[in-house]
């Protein structure tokens, strides 16, 4: 069973930076894309970033230039450095993975979700 286990959310002042880690655990050959998405109180689920196995990342422009994606494809690891982090970045932070092969399954996973409040 593929299980998806983040850390690293908190509180922050504006301003300030988390670092979130997703592992992926299981009995995993590959994950084709890793990526964040976040549910700000009220709104929708939104994507934050993706980043596919070969490194090709794509950011949604509210955290372009503040937010940095990256994995280690070893440790089936994927990290968001979040640096000038503002009010409304406060939100559940979901790691998603897509196209994790396992056994003889093909799936998409996603974690329990980590809390990132960011106060001003």
């Known amino acids: 069973q593929v299980q998806l286990v983040e850390s690293g959310g908190g509180l922050v002042q504006a301003g300030g930076s988390l670092r979130l880690s997703c592992s992926a655990s299981g009995n995993i050959f590959s994950i084709n894309v890793m990526g964040w998405y976040r549910r700000a109180p009220g709104k929708q689920r939104e994507l934050v970033a993706t980043i596919i196995s070969g490194g090709t990342v794509n950011y949604v422009d509210s955290v372009k230039g503040r937010f940095t994606i990256s994995r280690d494809n070893a440790k089936n690891t994927v990290y968001l450095q979040m640096n000038s982090l503002k009010p409304e970045d406060t939100a559940v932070y979901y790691c998603?993975?897509?196209?994790?092969?396992?056994?003889?399954?093909?799936?998409?996973?996603w974690g329990q979700g980590t809390q990132v409040t960011v106060s001003s």
């Open positions: 998603k993975a897509d196209g994790v092969r396992s056994s003889n399954l093909v799936g998409n996973y």
